[in-house]
């Protein structure tokens, strides 16, 4: 195994972190020992590292005698890095945007991932997971705590949103701890989490069903109004499509959106028969991409 030139002073390293990049470096330790743990790492594994940073987190993932294929955006990390993980270490190293990703740094099957996402693409990264999941095993991610809030919702919680029942049709998660500002340099302003991933859906099925995506979003648009009044808005729906619904669906057309859970959309999606091609209905534009 290659010599890893350790420990760096993060702190007063003289490479600063760049707000455009959405860099905080992690420097607890006690923290950064804790992500790792959350893993359910064996000797051998490989672990794919969004955004590696100083190597906080990759020289904690040699120590637990893992490989790490390691992703950095930032130029001027990656000169530090390739110091201190020279070549002959169990760290493979790239230059590279995960949202752009060259061939030879496409993840490898059966790998885990680890990353403290940029707040500012935290959703594009998960997507981007979701694309992959047939190569992950699991992920631990850090994101702000109200984005995981949202993430994790079940029906009935205020937090719940159109991202929430995005999220769940894709992957299960589990909040595992916080992070304070004070562990990174510099601190955020807000507090984050971390969660576990398992990249099967807490909702089955659901992912697949055509224009699911345009209904949750719509009935989302105004939380506070039942759904009734958030599909009325949709504007292109017939007489006889409000008569379906009122047969099939009159029960949740009283409800708000955030009382309803997956199998409620679908039943919505299903009665509506949005066109499987478009993702809509009848010529209406292509949903944008849940946010909310």
């Not at 110091?83 to 099957?109: C, E, T, W, Y």
């Not at 340099?185 to 909702?203: E, F, I, N, Q």
């Amino acid at each position: 195994m290659g010599k890893i030139i350790r420990p760096v002073d993060l702190a007063k390293s003289k490479l600063r972190a760049r707000r455009f990049l959405s860099q905080n470096f992690l420097t607890d330790g006690s923290i950064g020992d804790r992500l790792v743990a959350a893993l359910p790492l064996r000797p051998g594994d490989v672990v794919y590292e969004i955004g590696a940073g100083k190597g906080f987190l990759t020289e904690r993932l040699v120590e637990a005698g893992v490989t790490v294929w390691a992703i950095e955006k930032d130029r001027r990390l990656i000169g530090m890095l390739r110091k201190k993980f020279p070549s002959g270490s169990p760290v493979r190293l790239f230059h590279a945007d995960v949202l752009d990703l060259p061939d030879d740094a496409q993840p490898p099957n059966g790998c885990w991932l680890l990353g403290n996402l940029p707040f500012g693409i935290g959703h594009a990264i998960l997507e981007w997971v979701f694309l992959h999941r047939q190569k992950f095993r699991g992920a631990v991610v850090t994101l702000q705590r109200e984005v995981i809030h949202r993430l994790l919702a079940r029906p009935g919680d205020s937090e719940r949103s159109a991202v929430s029942v995005w999220f769940q049709a894709r992957a299960s998660g589990t909040r595992l701890f916080d992070i304070p500002p004070r562990a990174f340099v510099p601190p955020p302003r807000v507090t984050s989490s971390v969660m576990y991933v398992d990249l099967v859906p807490a909702t089955p099925g659901v992912e697949s069903v055509p224009g699911i995506d345009y209904i949750v979003e719509r009935a989302f648009a105004q939380k506070r109004k039942v759904l009734a009044n958030n599909l009325r808005a949709m504007g292109h729906l017939t007489a006889d499509d409000w008569a379906r619904l009122q047969s099939e669906c009159a029960d949740l057309l009283r409800k708000r959106a955030e009382e309803l859970d997956a199998q409620d959309f679908v039943r919505l999606a299903t009665t509506l028969a949005l066109d499987p091609a478009a993702n809509t209905r009848r010529g209406q534009p292509p949903t944008r991409r849940i946010r909310g």
